[in-house]
Nanobody, 120 residues
Framework: QVQLVESGGGLVQPGGSLRLSCAAS??????????LGWYRQALGNERELVAT???????NYADSVQGRFTVSRDNAKNMVSLQMNNLEPEDTAVYYC????????????WGKGTLVTVSS
């Protein structure tokens, strides 16, 4: 079992920055065998990928956040973070932390989400 807890959401003006963090824990969790990442879901939309990072540090970003967001992980601390710069109103969504076993890609673990609101 894996537990994921997000933090760092809030209200920010357009052009501002926020940093999201996700702490992973659980009796079987070892971060070096999980892909970690962030997804988001805006009101009325489906959940979409924001960024993922493999145990070895390979990164994938959604086109909409490329160049503005940076994902990172700390395997020793079992944490994944998302630095979000130059935020736009379209980034408003609930952001979810995700963990996916490398050897079982059909299994997903999710946090409860943290709300990011970009508004003036």
């Amino acid at each position: 079992q894996v537990q994921l807890v997000e933090s760092g959401g809030g209200l920010v003006q357009p052009g501002g920055s926020l940093r999201l963090s996700c702490a992973a824990s659980g009796s079987i969790f070892s971060s070096n065998i999980y892909h970690l990442g962030w997804y988001r879901q805006a009101l009325g939309n489906e959940r979409e990928l924001v960024a993922t990072i493999t145990p070895g540090g390979n990164i994938n970003y959604a086109d909409s956040v490329q160049g503005r967001f940076t994902v990172s992980r700390d395997n020793a601390k079992n944490m994944v973070s998302l630095q979000m710069n130059n935020l736009e109103p379209e980034d408003t969504a609930v952001y979810y932390c995700n963990a996916r076993p490398v050897d079982l890609p059909t299994m997903d673990y999710w946090g409860k989400g943290t709300l990011v609101t970009v508004s003036s």
